[in-house]
């Protein structure tokens, strides 16, 4: 049994998740989602691609556990007033892949689930997969080493938007990739049509910046990242003007709160694991990363608040590691200057 499965069983064993389910009941929890894999095969990306059938076992987990699940903007508003029912949780996906449309959402319909979408706008209005992540996978996908990922990138974005699809099929068939994954658009981002369509069918749509920045490193462009992608946001759904917002690939700076507040944004997620308390800061409120590589028992040990208790206990410890602070590294080596 792996040390973490050892421990989440010697937790329950011991009766500290039945604690940890009492004494953080009033925090919130947030889980984060990415898109899901189509393209047959192995899925590819760890942290950002679940399949179908996981989420669908996630949701339906979360609905046997009988946890109120809330629309995020309640859920922030009634943790600061400090009315939040027990064990709330709240469901965040990032990005705005074309799965969240075509698999995710009619999950969440099925299981009568509120999510927030933070999408992520250049390339909606594009008919163009994310360049660093489709290079990514066919490199992968090939199990070529040689090639410098890199270099590949820069070459491909520096070409005229309208020329890169080509360059992307061109690498694909050069390394002996079929193009599978493109009718499956999996590293497509949601079309306006298409974020009109999951506004309306229920999930909020709300800010992950226009171009997808680095807010560490560009802290001078998130102003205007964040108008640009809530204008975007704003025709393609007819919705009001977004006032949520997710750090692209968990990106942070001190100084982005003020920044965020001046442009009317209300909240702000991070990647870093987290129970969030009512007087957790707004503009900094931790997320669970799911994915493929974390367990169920993982997944219920967050739910039910004794990852909170496991991962003081590693702090405590020191070296002692849990999965999330590798998948969020993973996150953002996968999508960060993506765009
Ligand atoms: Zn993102």
Redesign the pocket.
Known sequence: MPPKQALLKLASLTGLSALARETTAPQLRILCYHGLWLTPGAPFGNCLFMTPGQFEARMDRLHRSGQPVLPLGEAIERLAAGNLPRASVAITI??GWASTHSHMLPILERYRMPATLYA?TWYSGRDLPVINVAVDYLLAASCRTDIPRAATIRSIEALPVEDRLDALRSLGRALGVDEAWLDHRQFHLLRPDELADVQRRGLDVQL?THR?IDVAATLGRLAEEVEENRAFIARATGAPPATHFCY??GTWHPAAPAVLAASGVRSATVVTEGLNAPASDPYALRRFVDGPSVSQDGFDAYLDGTLHYLSALRDFAGGLRVEAPRRAAAASSM?LCAI
């Open positions: 990032d990005d992520t992950h997808h692209p690939s999508l």
